[in-house]
């Protein structure tokens, strides 16, 4: 097979996959925005004064089921993106240890550093830091799904299992061929619901 149509297939199978989950995370977990804030942060390594860094956070509140998030920023007028999970950089080492706020989180999304002989508190690199990325900022959050929605789900899906088995049991004890038809047709639309409910729990129950 020539090598074109063997990229031309990898290219395919790729997009293929990527659909696929895009949409099975769409199904399971819900998206919200949230106004972030860009911190500009410097310091000293412990017993090296000089030995600093200035690095730039965006930070926003913590939001319950969190299981992602993307900070959406400006550099240089352009806006730019980093994504990052859980314990996302709430406690990032680099030369000194920066720890986020009680009660947030964030992602780095800018360093610098230096290393002298003369003691130094990055403060000139933040400043720098300050005329290339904007302040204003907001994060997108990719939320698991409420336990109350997994939750109803399953209790919808067991009162359908539960409809469907009584079906069963009756079509059993049935005597008259117009009983058995009438329990058939019955049944048949209860299996229905019930396969309906499963697909739906499916789609939730991956992340519940």
Not at 45 to 68: E, M
Not at 72 to 92: L, M
Not at 186 to 206: E, F, M, N, P, S
Request: charged share 20%; aromatic share 6%; glycine share 6%.
């Amino acid at each position: 097979m020539p090598a074109s149509a063997v990229r031309s297939i990898v290219v395919v199978v790729s997009l293929l996959v990527m659909g696929l989950s895009a949409t099975t995370a769409s199904a399971a977990t819900e998206v919200k925005t949230v106004k972030g804030e860009v911190v500009f942060a410097h310091g000293q390594k412990p017993g090296d004064p000089g030995n600093c860094s200035a690095i730039v956070f965006v930070k926003w509140p913590d939001q319950p089921r969190t299981i992602s998030a993307r900070a959406i920023y400006t550099f240089n007028g352009q806006e730019r993106s980093q994504v990052a999970a859980p314990p996302f950089n709430d406690t990032y080492d680099w030369v000194a240890t920066y720890t986020v706020p009680p009660g947030h989180h964030w992602i780095q999304v800018g360093k610098s550093w230096k290393d002298g002989p003369i003691a130094d508190t990055c403060e000139g690199l933040s400043a720098k830091q300050r005329t290339l990325i904007g302040t204003e900022a907001r994060v997108e959050l990719t939320l698991a799904p409420d336990p109350k929605v997994c939750k109803a789900a399953k209790t919808t899906l067991a009162a359908k299992r539960k409809a469907v088995n009584k079906l069963k049991a009756q079509l059993r004890s049935a005597s008259t061929t117009k009983a058995k038809s009438r329990l058939r047709t019955k049944l048949t639309a209860a299996k229905a619901k019930q396969a309906k409910q499963a697909k739906a729990l499916k789609r939730v129950g991956q992340v519940c």
